[in-house]
T-cell receptor
């Protein structure tokens, strides 16, 4: 079956760096997405990786290793507003998005 | 970026009534839109894929007669929850692929929170 695994919850300190991991097993691969979702709101797009390596966008970076079925989202210089759930999603061979359960990130002062 | 608008944001209805939720792509044409449901503290669950001019494709376990989807134009898809019951109370979110198909990026509506009394 298809499976996306990511930690349920993580806690980090304001100003620090946190890495959220995602491992996947899917039928085919057409890219991996990271979305941010604040409580009660719709998800917003953060990143898309389809080739191996690191993609950097300001304070956020996303890494992909297709051979390992692994990705991580790196958040630097954490701010209180970064407290949210972070969703990992993989597009399979049928171009369907398979969603992880999300990682709730709690930022403490 | 591309904008997807969803309406209404909040709706409260009595058990047994039907509720319609609209999803519009404001500045691009979306041949395909997706409808999700999200229960508290859970991830998004894809309900169905809405295709303009044809029948929606429903995920396993989703009742197509209960969740009616109409994608009548390239900018509008609607989800109607028929004969709603309290267990249908949830956060319903639509999304559409942006105009740049190479990225596969999905743009989400604001979501509609349905409470069935």
């Amino acid at each position: 079956g298809q499976n996306i695994d990511q930690p349920t919850e993580m806690t980090a300190t304001e100003g620090a760096i946190v890495q959220i991991n995602c491992t996947y097993q899917t039928s085919g691969f057409n890219g991996l997405f990271w979305y941010q979702q604040h409580a009660g709101e719709a998800p917003t797009f953060l990143s898309y990786n389809v080739l191996d390596g690191l993609e950097e966008k300001g304070r956020f970076s996303s890494f992909l290793s297709r051979s390992k079925g692994y990705s991580y989202l790196l958040l630097k210089e954490l701010q209180m507003k970064d407290s949210a759930s972070y969703l990992c999603a993989v597009m399979d061979s049928n171009y369907q998005l398979i969603w992880g359960a999300g990682t709730k990130l709690i930022i403490k002062p | 970026g591309a904008v997807v608008s969803q309406h209404p944001s909040w709706v409260i209805c009595k058990s047994g009534t039907s509720v319609k939720i609209e999803c519009r792509s404001l500045d691009f044409q979306a041949t395909t839109m997706f409808w999700y449901r999200q229960f508290p503290k859970q991830s998004l669950m894809l309900m169905a894929t809405s295709n303009e001019g044809s029948k929606a494709t429903y995920e396993q376990g989703v009742e197509k007669d209960k969740f009616l989807i109409n994608h009548a134009s390239l900018t509008l898809s609607t989800l109607t929850v028929t004969s709603a019951h309290p267990e249908d109370s949830s956060f319903y979110i639509c999304s559409a692929r942006g105009p740049d198909r190479d990225t596969g990026e999905l743009f989400f509506g604001e979501g509609s929170r349905l409470t069935v009394l």
